[in-house]
């Protein structure tokens, strides 16, 4: 906690918006460490720093070679890695994850979280999904999956030492234990999981014991979060992770969602990371209110999300921000032909093919817009706002046309276009809240710039179809450019958050 004069001030949550679920934090000193599970893209586990819990960075993406992260072709979305733990332990940083389309689950280690991560070490004895660590005193390691069991593991090599053995699957009935982690403060090793499945029903139960394999005994106040059947904002509050502060302090980390519009509420930018204070009454954690407005009586207020967003891309590196779908095809993404350039050539011929050239960012505001300018060259390409490969509404210049195209299921259709103006175009999409509360979440506006500056609406599509409750998934919006034939070259990307209610 840096600064201890600004009591009572308030902060929104999320903390970090946007697709950034399954949140796990660790502390170094006065540094906070942040990751989260990344699935169908590459470079794959986005790391954040922050020294307050509340104005996160992007530092880096741990998985950023295909000797860490293999996404093989014919993997579906959503599928992927899942659900990682950080930890800070013996003076290196410990990542442990699962790739559920490829290697199960593997850890990396690394001394300084922007990277490098090391190549991965495999635990193949390792089941399951949502694999935590916790070390105990005598440096024995526990591994800690889903369901939930535990084998003790030697991190270094992979070696397990044990069968799965079964702690905990909290509450009776309830579906889903998962994400579980392990810590020892004071007298006792606690174990908190998320259950009730990641949808409306999502929750966090806590149980503890003396040893880290347990016996454990459930919180009698279980589960100590959860919003389900509320008419609280945020929703699906789950899948959490405890960090303690310099000063004494304990939060919480989780994901949640934020569904608008009528029956029964659409979330589309996927599952989004949120803060919440915790206090200790009689050995058990208690979670403070999660409010959108986050009251926290030590920081400064976050700079709010206000300000747009140029992409250049006159750096031979990409921003961590940018995300390619199960590789970043060096060959056909480029920012050196011409330097200052995003050039992409075309693979697969449109956002439903899976080996499509896309680079996109996560949509991390209810209300944003984003434009780029193409030049279409020999080829087609454009801007699209992505949720799966079903589930796509794009603008494509190119050929002497604009053409905004849906894809909603399996149904595509072509919905407007025009004749193109000469050159290079800027494409754009405005993302705001519907004129009719009632509708959908949100209405997505594309359109381009006319030669005298002017912008031209060509289609305004419900943005329901690009949500979470249609497509179904783990994932949430990402807005991009990608190229559908021949090669597109891109100046420049606008991401702008805009003022809504
Ligand atoms: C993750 C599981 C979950 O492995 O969703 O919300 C899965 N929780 O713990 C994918 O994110």
Not at 102 to 116: K, Q
Request: net charge negative.
């Amino acid at each position: 906690m840096s600064d201890q004069s600004q009591q009572g001030a308030t902060v929104p949550n999320p903390v970090i918006p946007g697709f950034h679920p399954d949140p796990s934090v660790c502390r170094a000193g006065d540094d906070y460490y942040l990751v989260c599970s990344s699935f169908e893209y590459f470079p794959g586990i986005p790391v954040f720093h922050s020294r307050d819990l509340v104005n996160w960075t992007q530092i880096g993406n741990a998985l950023d070679r295909t000797s860490q992260l293999h996404l093989p072709r014919g993997m579906s979305s959503s599928a992927g890695i899942y659900a990682p733990t950080l930890r800070h332990h013996d003076d290196r940083f410990w990542l442990i994850v699962t790739n559920v389309s490829d290697s199960g689950n593997m850890l990396f280690t690394a001394t300084d979280p922007a990277g490098p991560w090391s190549d991965p070490v495999r635990l193949p004895g390792v089941p399951g999904i949502d694999p935590d660590l916790a070390w105990d005193e005598d440096g024995t390691c526990w591994c800690t999956v889903a369901g939930v069991s535990q084998v003790r593991i030697d991190p270094h090599t992979g070696e397990t030492f044990s069968e799965p053995h079964s702690l905990w699957s909290g509450t009776p009935g309830a579906l889903a234990p998962e994400a579980p982690h392990l810590y020892r403060i004071g007298g006792y090793w606690y174990l908190l999981i998320a259950e009730g499945g990641t949808e409306r029903g999502h929750g966090v139960s806590i149980a503890r014991g003396r040893t880290p394999s347990g016996p454990f005994e459930p919180c009698p106040a279980n589960p100590i979060l959860t919003h389900r059947g509320t008419p609280r904002p945020i929703q699906n509050t789950g899948h959490a992770d405890l960090v303690q502060a310099p000063d004494g302090s304990w939060w919480m980390v989780l994901l949640g969602v934020r569904p608008r519009g009528g029956t029964p509420g659409w979330h589309v930018l996927g599952r989004e990371t949120f803060l919440a204070p915790v206090e200790w009454v009689d050995g058990w954690p208690v979670v403070g209110d999660l409010s959108p407005e986050l009251p926290t009586p030590a920081w400064p207020l976050h700079p709010g999300p206000t300000a747009p967003v140029r992409d250049d891309f006159d750096h031979a590196e990409l921003h961590p921000r940018w995300i390619s779908l199960r590789e970043r095809p060096e060959r056909l993404c480029t920012t050196k032909e011409p330097s200052g350039w995003l050039t992409l050539r075309a693979a697969g011929a449109s956002l439903d093919d899976n080996d499509v050239v896309f680079v996109g960012r996560r949509q991390q505001h209810l209300a944003c817009r984003a434009r780029t300018l193409i030049d279409p060259a020999d080829g087609r390409g454009g801007l699209a706002v992505r949720l799966d490969e079903e589930h796509h509404y794009e603008i494509e210049a190119g050929a002497g046309e604009v053409t905004v195209y849906a894809r909603i299921g399996s149904l595509r259709a072509e919905v407007a276009s025009r004749p193109l103006p000469e050159g290079a175009v800027v494409l754009g999409v405005e993302i705001a809240p519907p004129r009719d509360a009632r509708t959908g979440p949100d209405a997505l506006s594309f359109g381009f710039e006319e030669p005298d500056g002017t912008f031209t609406t060509l289609a305004v599509l419900d943005g329901r179809h690009l949500s979470t409750e249609v497509a179904g998934g783990f994932t949430g919006r990402v807005i991009g450019m990608y190229a559908a034939t021949g090669t597109a070259h891109f100046d420049w990307f606008d991401y702008e958050p805009l003022p809504h209610s």
